[in-house]
């Protein structure tokens, strides 16, 4: 009897407004608490930076992911529970269209949180540079499904030469059993039921050959970015495009930002200081150092930001019903006033 009792008395406590908002308030300090403390570190992170007892105090808690943790998930599950119960009672108790407007703010208010909590959690941002011609797993940018391929890449530049927007043209496949296939440019993504992927950034990709002896190895090689050299040693190699070559003696410069005359400015370097360099065009060769180095070709390159975000359609559907609750709870109350 003692146990049904107490089961009873659960309902009037979850009921009430007074434990909506005490759980709420706790909540939020937690949500706090997971905004100052960095998320998703390896254990050794909260040793190093919090010391040992307050980083395995953390770890143990599993403040480090808080918002996958199952103790903050019973939480938000017993807020929304609550603030669904608080609806319902007041709904079943409502002889007004005041009282159903109180009921679908409290569903809004469940809904919200429910997504807001569903997008701490689980959603996912990658960033990923692609060739144009090229493609990706998106499995291997930590999304579970679909196949990106950028087909094609351009730029459209003021009459100074400055870009003016990136355009790519990507195609999405065995998406959430969809296929999509879409031009992006900056501010205008490509929307894929939670997915989203922004045109971000772009630059020169520039292949290479590299040889040693009978090694040879084909590098694709970034514009400004050294990468090692295969082989034992602290080589690197820096590659810097030219679209439009010109040579004035002043030094090395391009008249224009199309590749209509291009070079690839191949560095050699060592410990970060410079031991040789060469200027090749598309099929030139030229020995740097013990390498013999071939300059195949130039391709585009697309910088794409991925977002995922499976909560972001809750918390609009959640604004939704907690906006129509609004209108419907003060209008009512206006009228009557006015009344």
């Not at 065009?281 to 975000?309: H, R």
Request: hydrophobic residues 40%.
């Amino acid at each position: 009897m003692n146990k049904k009792h107490q089961v009873r008395g659960i309902f009037p406590t979850l009921t009430s407004m007074q434990t909506a908002i005490y759980l709420l308030i706790f909540i939020a300090l937690l949500s706090a608490v997971g905004t100052v403390i960095p998320q998703g570190e390896k254990s050794s992170f909260y040793t190093q930076h919090y010391g040992q007892y307050s980083g395995t105090f953390i770890t143990l808690l599993g403040l480090d992911h808080l918002y996958q943790v199952w103790w903050y998930q019973v939480l938000l599950g017993l807020l929304c529970l609550s603030l669904l119960l608080c609806g319902y009672k007041r709904l079943s108790q409502a002889r007004s269209l005041t009282g159903v407007g109180s009921s679908l703010l409290h569903l809004g208010m469940a809904v919200i949180i429910v997504g807001a909590a569903w997008s701490l959690g689980y959603a996912k941002q990658a960033y990923l540079e692609i060739n144009q011609g090229e493609s990706a797993f998106l499995r291997d940018y930590g999304l579970k499904e679909g196949y990106l391929e950028v087909k094609k890449f351009n730029i459209d530049y003021y009459p100074d030469h400055s870009p003016r927007q990136y355009y790519s043209q990507i195609s999405l496949q065995d998406y959430k059993g969809r296929c999509y296939e879409e031009n992006i440019s900056v501010n205008y993504p490509l929307k894929a039921a939670n997915l989203k992927i922004y045109q971000t950034s772009w630059g020169w990709s520039m292949q290479a050959d590299v040889a040693k002896g009978e090694n040879k190895q084909r590098l694709s090689l970034q514009n400004g970015i050294a990468i090692p050299l295969p082989g034992r040693g602290s080589l690197e190699i820096k590659a810097v495009f030219i679209p439009d070559y010109q040579e004035d003696g002043t030094g090395l410069r391009t008249k224009s930002p199309y590749p209509h005359n291009p070079r690839m400015l191949a560095t050699l370097l060592r410990e970060g200081q410079i031991i040789d360099m060469v200027v090749l065009a598309p099929g030139e060769s030229w020995t740097l150092g013990e390498y013999n180095i071939i300059f195949q070709g130039f391709v585009p390159y697309t910088g794409l930001t991925l977002k995922e975000d499976p909560g972001v359609n809750l918390v609009f559907t959640g604004f939704a019903l907690l906006s129509l609750g609004l209108l419907i709870r003060y209008r009512n109350l206006y009228i009557r006033k006015a009344a």
